[in-house]
């Protein structure tokens, strides 16, 4: 069936209630009818719910949908996107193994590769999002793992995930993708060969601004490893963010239409503004990888890049100047939010490892909501000329 339909249609077992919508499951722990079913069921000969950091039914039908929308075989599901990152990794990965990364990777990824993965001796090499052709060259021996987002955060820009696919599979290394600016409904890693497939599912699958919580999707082989790893070391989704996060997977596609159609028309306006330099938006005719964008994604996305006139006075100047649109570091909201990210998510970087990672002094983040486009646009025109 179509994607749209599995949104709404994956759903758990009625109860002897009969409800029409899933109900809220908020237990910690399963009860069994006798000691040779609770032994059958420790020892995993028999499939059910023995305790919620294993599963929960809420949790499994969020994983469910996710694995559906995404084409792959199973999943786990975290209390966030980055323990998502982490246990993903975690689980998969020695002392002494090493991660060929973009780098232009979410600030958190980046310190977890920079700052904690050294401790137990896993390194990494980051290559440029503008210089696929080296990515080959940074492969060694010991790398285990191609970790890449597409579109990236900040800078928008985009990887080529047939290109990435085909590097993995030539040196049999493996896949990840934080798929979180597409989500399931723009783009579908695993096509194009990878072999996990993460979300943070705190920004345009909950939508709404509300609940934290990640999820780990691909083959059952490797998602074994990851919920063995989980079960024991707990990072598991609470089952009532998970009954938020599936409600809000019903309307991702018709939510995902609008939103992207409404970023369209507002990078459209920042292009006429003379103000707005470097305009960057997957769908934009004039993004470098215009192409590419095209080939795997079905529409651009809700977040747009821009350079405003005048550095990190005129970044700061900007985003004192909105009325309608909020100030916040989130995405992928119903909110239209601004950032800039040069005096707040990379502040604590160096100069130069900002511009490296693509971030000018007056780079301007915009997570276009669901408000009437006139309004966003308004708003935006007044903030860039005052
Ligand atoms: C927000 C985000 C994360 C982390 O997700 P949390 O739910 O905030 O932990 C990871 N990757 C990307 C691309 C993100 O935008």
Redesign the pocket.
């Known amino acids: 069936m179509h994607i749209e339909t599995e949104a709404i249609r994956t759903q758990m077992e009625r109860s002897q209630y009969s409800e029409h919508s899933s109900p809220v499951y908020l237990t910690s722990s399963y009860v069994f009818d006798d000691a040779e079913e609770m032994r059958a069921s420790f020892s995993e000969e028999k499939e059910r719910n023995i305790y919620s950091r294993f599963s929960n039914p809420n949790t499994s039908e969020f994983i469910e949908k996710i694995a559906v929308m995404e084409g792959a075989e199973a999943g786990y599901a975290f209390?966030?996107?980055?323990?998502?990152?982490f246990s993903t990794l975690a689980a998969l990965l020695n002392s002494g193994d090493h991660i060929v990364s973009a780098r232009s990777?979410?600030g958190?990824?980046h310190s977890l590769f920079t700052k904690y993965l050294p401790k137990w001796n896993i390194t990494h090499s980051y290559f440029s999002v503008n210089e696929p052709e080296k990515i080959e060259e940074l492969i060694k021996p010991e790398t285990k793992v191609i970790f890449a987002?597409t579109p990236?955060?900040p800078g928008v820009d985009i990887l080529d995930l047939e290109h990435l696919g085909k590097i993995a599979k030539n040196h049999n290394i493996l896949l990840i993708i934080?798929n979180?600016?597409a989500t399931p409904y723009l783009q579908n890693p695993i096509k194009y060969g990878a072999d996990l497939v993460?979300?943070?599912?705190?920004?345009l699958i909950d939508g709404q601004g509300r609940v934290?919580?990640?999820v780990t999707v691909g083959s059952s082989e490797l998602i074994r490893e990851i919920y063995l790893f989980s079960r024991n070391t707990g990072p598991a989704l609470s089952p009532f963010n998970a009954w938020i996060l599936s409600k809000s997977l019903e309307t991702l596609p018709v939510r995902l239409d609008r939103h992207c159609e409404n970023a369209l028309k507002v990078a459209e306006f920042l292009e006429q503004e003379t103000n707005a330099e470097n305009v960057k938006y997957p769908f934009l005719r004039s993004h470098p990888q215009y192409e590419i964008a095209k080939k795997q994604m079905k529409a651009g996305g809700n977040i747009i890049s821009f350079e405003i006139k005048g550095g990190v006075e005129a970044g700061r100047k900007f985003i004192d100047g909105v009325q309608l649109c909020s100030r916040s570091a989130?995405?992928?909201d119903t909110r239209t939010i601004v950032t800039h990210p040069a005096s707040t998510t990379h502040s604590k970087l160096k100069e130069e490892e900002r511009l490296e990672a693509g971030i000018k002094p007056g780079l301007i983040r915009i997570s276009v909501g669901l408000e009437h486009v006139e309004d966003i646009i308004n708003d935006l025109k007044q903030a860039l000329n005052t």
Do not use: P, Q, R, W
Request: net charge negative.
């Open positions: 209390a966030t996107g980055m323990s998502a990152v990777i979410f958190s990824t987002e990236t955060n934080d979180c600016f993460i979300h943070s599912a705190t920004k934290l919580g990640g989130n995405l992928g």
